[in-house]
């Protein structure tokens, strides 16, 4: 397993893997919805987000688990909630 803690990069190379598929890609629009839902700010520790701890969008069911990308199961997440929050959860 390699560690990488810059910018998502393991994130990034499962959405390239979705993308493929033309599918569960949070679009701008939903991840507009679910900012705006959730007042831009991480749902765990309420961080407003930077450019060093960004929000991002959590799947509530995982994706590979078969969750949509749709409002209802997006949640606003810092990278380092998110972050955490994979480690304990898998
Ligand atoms: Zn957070």
């Known amino acids: 397993m390699r560690k ?5 990069s393991k994130r990034r190379e499962r959405h390239l893997l979705h993308q493929k598929k033309g599918s569960r890609k949070v679009s701008h629009d939903i991840r507009d919805q679910v900012l705006t839902r959730d007042g831009h700010q991480c749902q765990h520790c309420g961080t407003p987000g930077s450019s060093r701890n960004r929000l991002t969008m959590h799947h509530k069911i995982y994706r590979r688990h078969g969750g949509p990308a749709t409002v209802d ?4 997440l810092c990278e380092s909630c998110h972050h955490d929050y994979h480690q304990k959860m898998g």
Not at 4 to 8: D, E, F, K, P, V
Not at 73 to 76: A, D, G, K, P, V
């Open 4 to 8: 990488r803690t810059r910018r998502n």
């Open 73 to 76: 199961n997006l949640i606003t």
